[in-house]
C-alpha cells in the first residue's frame, strides 16, 4: 500500500518557514561575528605630567580707556587730531567755539579785581584804628570780604566753562575713535566725542563662575590664546580678583584681570579681541596616567580593564586633567589597558 503524500500547500509552507528560520539565523550570526571583529580601543599607562586647568572665555580690555565729551552745548571751532593719532598727557584735543565763555571769563575777572580793590581799600582804612571797630565798620568790612568771596567764585565757574569748552587727552595714548573730524559741527553736551586708549595697558577680562573663582588667585599664571591669532600664546598673570559679583552679566559671575606679559608697542594686539585663558589649578609631574575615558568606577571604587576579559584593576584617582588623569596603586608604567 503506498504512503499518503503530502498535500503541496503543506510542502510550501515548510519550505516558507525554512527560509524564515535560515534569514533570521544568518543575522545573528552576522551581528555575533562582527560585533566580536571588532577592535576595542586600548591606551598605555604612561609617567609623565598631569595638568588640572580651568579654560575661561574672554577679551581685551584697557586700563587706560577713555571716552570724552563736552559738558555743554556748542559749535566745534577746531580738531587737533586725527584716528591714530599718538597724543601726550595734557594735550588739548578737540575745541568748540569760546568766544562767549571766554567773555564771561574776561568779565569775571574784572568783577573780581575791583571787589579785590575794594576789600583792600576797606582793610586799608581799619588798620589804624586803635580801638575796636564799630557795627558799622564791621558791616563794611564783612560785606566787602563777601562780595570778593563771592566774585572770585564767579570767576572760578567762570575759568571753569572756558576750560570744558576744550577736551585734553587724560593720559598717554592714541586716537582710537573720532566722531566728528572737522569744525564747524554743532554737539550737544555728553555727546561722545573722541576716545583715547594707552595700548600698553590692556588686560585680559575674564568672567568666573562661583564655583570656579574659589581657585584662582592674584599672581596664578595664565595662558591665553586669542582668536585672532591661534597659533600664538600669550602669558599674563592674575593681577586682579573682585570682591562683589558682576552687575552686567546674569548668574554669579565675579570679573577677573589677567595682566599680559607682552610687548604691544606695535599696537598688534587690540581692544575687543576676544579668546580663551588657561589657568593651571594643580600639576604633578613624573606620575602615572591614562585617558580619562579608561578610568571606570563601580560601587568599590575606581578601576581600569588590563585585558580584553575585563579584567578589573582597582586604582587611586589623583589629579584628573581634561585629557589625562593620574593613577596610582599596584599598576605599573607600560601596562595596556581596555575601554
Not at 60 to 74: C, E, I, P, V, Y
Not at 167 to 182: D, H, R
Not at 245 to 250: F, G, K, N
Amino acid at each position: 500500500m503506498d504512503k499518503q503524500k503530502a498535500p503541496v500547500w503543506y510542502k510550501r509552507r515548510r519550505n516558507w518557514v525554512i527560509a524564515v528560520v535560515l534569514v533570521i539565523l544568518f543575522f545573528v550570526i552576522r551581528k555575533a561575528t562582527s560585533g566580536s571583529s571588532a577592535p576595542r580601543e586600548t591606551a598605555t599607562v604612561s609617567r609623565g605630567t598631569v595638568k588640572e586647568e580651568l579654560v575661561l572665555s574672554g577679551e581685551l580690555k584697557a586700563t587706560a580707556n577713555a571716552t570724552m565729551a563736552f559738558n555743554q552745548s556748542g559749535t566745534v571751532s577746531w580738531v587737533g587730531v586725527k584716528v591714530g593719532d599718538s597724543v601726550k598727557k595734557g594735550q588739548a584735543l578737540i575745541k568748540l567755539d569760546t568766544t562767549s565763555t571766554n567773555a564771561a571769563y574776561q568779565q569775571a575777572r574784572s568783577n573780581l579785581l575791583a571787589a579785590e580793590a575794594n576789600v583792600n581799600y576797606v582793610h586799608d582804612n581799619l588798620k589804624n584804628k586803635s580801638d575796636s571797630e564799630t557795627y558799622s565798620e564791621k558791616n563794611t568790612r564783612v560785606a566787602a570780604e563777601v562780595a570778593h568771596d563771592n566774585a572770585y567764585n564767579t570767576m572760578l565757574a567762570a575759568q571753569k566753562t572756558l576750560r570744558d569748552g576744550s577736551i585734553y587727552a587724560p593720559f598717554a595714548g592714541i586716537v582710537a575713535q573720532l566722531t566728528n573730524e572737522s569744525a564747524g559741527v554743532n554737539v550737544t553736551a555728553g555727546a561722545p566725542q573722541i576716545n583715547i586708549v594707552n595700548p600698553t595697558t590692556l588686560y585680559f577680562s575674564v568672567n568666573a563662575d562661583q564655583t570656579d573663582v574659589s581657585h584662582l588667585h592674584v599672581g596664578d599664571t595664565a595662558v591665553i590664546a586669542l582668536d585672532s591669532f591661534l597659533d600664538e600664546h600669550i602669558t599674563g598673570v592674575v593681577s586682579d580678583i573682585s570682591f562683589t559679583p558682576s552687575t552686567a552679566d546674569s548668574g554669579t559671575v565675579y570679573p577677573v584681570r589677567v595682566t599680559l606679559s607682552v610687548d604691544n608697542s606695535t599696537y598688534k594686539y587690540k581692544v575687543g579681541m576676544t579668546g580663551d585663558t588657561t589657568f593651571t589649578l594643580s600639576q604633578k609631574e613624573n606620575v602615572l596616567s591614562v585617558p580619562a575615558k579608561f578610568v571606570k568606577s563601580d560601587k568599590e571604587g575606581k578601576y581600569v580593564y588590563i585585558d580584553s576579559k575585563n579584567t578589573k584593576k582597582y586604582i587611586k584617582v589623583g589629579i584628573e586633567g581634561d585629557d589625562k588623569t593620574e593613577i596610582q596603586g599596584d599598576i605599573s608604567e607600560g601596562t595596556v589597558v581596555y575601554d
